[in-house]
């Protein structure tokens, strides 16, 4: 079974570093692209980035760009979502999810993780 | 402002069918065959439906049904259940640069 095991709520204050994570197991890992996505109740759902566990290809939305680091570390089979000095604008759910068949256009998100909740408030 | 438009909410009752737009522009919806819609529970993440404009994954009942006519896709439930109470959000591919655009959201309210 298919599963992406998201890693808990967090909460932080502006100016701190965060790196929420996103475990995946069920499949071969490596073959298939994982997104992140951000959810929050102004905008809805925002595309932020995809990574390919394989090779470590990442795409960035032109809006998170510079914004947080996505990584993979393909021993655990686990991607990472990164924040070298968040802002109250980033509190919102971050959800990873699957790009299906292993390709990166086409076939929608097939899995999602359950999200993680990020508050930045001082 | 989300990037696609979809109706805030939409409500009927059981067994009635509803239908739910998604309009975006020719460097989204209307460029590609790559849209794909999600229904989202309280306090879940969101499920895939229908990926590719109008194709179900497996285990998807087949009352729901996708189609895209223009820089409009639609997202149609028919025979209406009480499950079906959730957020639906369309998604398209947008191109090299942003490759995914979702909408803002519709809340399905089963009367």
């Known amino acids: 079974e298919v599963q992406l095991v998201q890693s808990g709520a967090e909460v932080k204050k502006p100016g701190e570093s965060l790196k929420i994570s996103c475990k995946a197991s069920g499949y071969s890992f490596g073959n298939y692209w994982i997104a992140w996505v951000r959810q929050t109740p102004g905008k809805g759902l925002e595309w932020m980035g995809v990574i390919y566990p394989g090779d470590s290809e990442t795409r960035y939305s032109p809006s998170f760009q510079g914004q947080v680091t996505i990584s993979v570390d393909k021993s655990i089979n686990t991607a990472y979502l990164q924040w070298s000095t968040l802002q109250a604008s980033d509190s919102a759910m971050y959800f990873c999810?699957?790009?299906?068949?292993?390709?990166?256009?086409?076939?929608?998100?097939?899995?999602w993780g359950h999200g993680t909740r990020v508050t930045v408030s001082s | 402002q989300s990037a696609l438009t979809q109706p805030r909410s939409v409500s009927g009752s059981p067994g009635q069918s509803v239908t739910i737009s998604c309009t975006g522009t020719?460097?989204?919806?209307?460029?590609?065959?790559?849209v794909s819609w999600y229904q989202q529970h309280p306090g879940k993440g969101p499920k895939l439906i229908i990926f590719d404009v109008s194709s179900r994954p497996s285990g998807v009942p087949d009352r729901f049904s996708g189609s895209k006519s223009g820089n409009t896709a639609s997202l149609t439930i028919s025979g209406l259940q009480p499950e079906d109470e959730a957020d639906y959000f369309c998604?398209?591919?947008?191109?090299?640069?942003?490759?995914?655009?979702f909408g803002g959201g519709t809340k399905v309210t089963v009367l």
């Open positions: 998604c398209s591919y947008a191109g090299s640069s942003t490759y995914s655009v």
């Open positions: 999810a699957r790009r299906s068949r292993g390709v990166l256009i086409g076939g929608g998100f097939d899995y």
């Open positions: 020719a460097r989204d919806v209307g460029g590609y065959n790559f």
